[in-house]
């Protein structure tokens, strides 16, 4: 079982940024789909990018040139760097791993953009 610890949310003012981090119990190198994911109240939960251990990404066209999401395999850990915020992107953020076919999820991290 992996357990997924995020840290790094707050409250923002928009045009500000934010990096969040996902902590991963055990070593993600093997870990080929890392996510992040977000719901904002009274919505679904959306995928927000996901990378690849070969380091493709892909992400939501609403962030698109503003997100970039990393991982550092050595610190078995995701990052997600948010530039520009928008009170649009206000949300809990989750990170999520998929591995032998089961997804985990961390607690999530609220990110709150407003002035």
């Known amino acids: 079982q992996v357990q997924l610890v995020e840290s790094g949310g707050g409250l923002v003012q928009p045009g500000g940024s934010l990096r969040l981090s996902c902590v991963a119990s055990?070593?993600?190198?093997?870990?080929?789909?890392m996510a992040w994911y977000r719901q904002a109240p009274e919505k679904s939960r959306e995928l927000v990018a996901d990378?690849?251990?070969?380091?493709?990404?892909n992400y939501v066209d609403s962030v698109k040139g503003r997100f970039a999401i990393s991982r550092d395999n050595a610190k078995n850990t995701m990052y997600l760097q948010m530039n520009s915020l928008k009170p649009e992107d206000t949300a809990i953020y989750y990170c999520?791993?998929?591995?032998?076919?089961?997804?985990?999820w961390g607690q999530g991290t609220q990110v709150t953009v407003s002035s």
């Open positions: 055990e070593n993600i190198f093997r870990i080929n789909r």
């Open positions: 999520a791993v998929d591995k032998d076919g089961i997804r985990y």
């Open positions: 990378i690849y251990s070969g380091g493709v990404t």
